[in-house]
């Protein structure tokens, strides 16, 4: 069992930055593909950014891509999402997820691969 706690949500004006982190319990923390997802009001969850166990291979979303940067800590259980230039639409409840394959498939992108969520913490860009 994996329990994860994100953190670090909250208001930011638009092209500001933030950092996200996320939490997460038990031994085996490298074992796990770590992912961040984000669901607007009205929308779907939608994949944001993935990293493999080691931290060795990441993936991100279209719309995130050089915006967005993944990046885990094993000694630490923690992986992190730093966010900049934000914008008005990227304004959602933010969760992290564990996958227990730790290596990026061209599956890591889908909500149903992660057997583990954490309960999300909310960012809102202004414009």
């Known amino acids: 069992q994996v329990q994860l706690v994100e953190s670090g949500g909250g208001l930011v004006q638009a092209g500001g930055s933030r950092r996200l982190s996320c939490a997460a319990s038990g031994r085996t923390f490298s074992t796990y593909t770590m992912g961040w997802f984000r669901q607007a009001p009205g929308k779907e969850r939608e994949f944001v950014a993935a990293i493999s166990g080691r931290g060795l291979s990441a993936y991100y979303s279209d719309s995130v891509k050089g915006r967005f940067t993944i990046s885990r800590d094993n000694a630490k259980n923690t992986v992190y999402l730093q966010m900049a230039s934000l914008k008005p639409e990227d304004t959602a409840v933010y969760y992290c997820?564990?996958?227990?394959?730790?290596?990026?498939?061209?599956?890591?992108?889908?909500?149903?691969?992660?057997?583990?969520w954490g309960q999300g913490t909310q960012v809102a860009v202004s414009s």
């Open positions: 997820a564990a996958d227990s394959r730790p290596t990026l498939t061209r599956t890591s992108t889908l909500t149903y691969e992660y057997d583990y």
